[in-house]
């Protein structure tokens, strides 16, 4: 198990992170709101988030290693060319979630991405950031409940993900995977997480 020397289960955060879950802890200190623009990076968060589908994010949180070993770091162009073989692979994993129907999502996302990219000359970040007009929706939030579950963003671009051959990319997921990636800052105000992610802007 990674230990967190640094753990502060007293410093401020949002209401849906158990203050004495240290894994959880770091995540939410370290990565959840900061803007993310690396296209292939953006492509592994939201396989991530559709693995996540009826599941507890902390589930694949504790399986992100596993899972990322597995998937070969959910490279799209490695992952766009499984095989049969691969697909059991998979299945036979016990270490990430075993489902046939994300497996099989995650190979066809990848190929989807892959003709964005090459035929299509997209590049999958600008294309994702540009629902947020390229820079991260502040909110003020006086608590991470008052947010909303999906907004007429993550519903667009859910459906036109999905025209695109996408799975698991409902607006819901996608609204989570917006948050994540910092195209929303969703830290509630007495975070003390929600200046640095305010404060944070692309170079």
Request: proline share 6%; net charge negative.
């Amino acid at each position: 198990m990674t230990d967190f020397p640094n753990h502060d289960p007293d410093l401020p955060r949002c209401g849906w992170v158990p203050p004495d879950d240290a894994l959880y802890c770091a995540y939410h200190d370290k990565e959840w709101g900061r803007p993310l623009y690396d296209s292939k990076s953006l492509f592994s968060k939201l396989i991530q988030d559709g693995q996540q589908a009826g599941l507890a994010w902390i589930t694949i949180l504790r399986k992100r290693d596993n899972l990322l070993k597995a998937y070969d770091g959910f490279d799209p162009d490695i992952i766009a060319h499984y095989t049969d073989a691969d697909r059991a692979r998979l299945l036979e994993n016990p270490g990430i979630i075993r489902s046939r129907l994300k497996i099989n999502a995650a190979i066809s996302n990848a190929q989807a991405y892959l003709k964005m990219r090459d035929e299509e000359g997209i590049d999958f970040s600008e294309y994702l950031w540009s629902y947020v007009d390229g820079k991260p929706v502040q909110n003020d939030w006086q608590e991470f409940k008052d947010a909303p579950v999906e907004t007429p963003e993550s519903i667009a671009m859910s459906k036109e993900l999905k025209k695109r051959g996408f799975k698991f990319v409902g607006p819901v997921i996608l609204y989570a995977f917006m948050q994540a990636v910092g195209m929303v800052n969703d830290h509630s105000l007495n975070c003390h997480v929600n200046e640095v992610c305010k404060n944070t802007r692309r170079v």
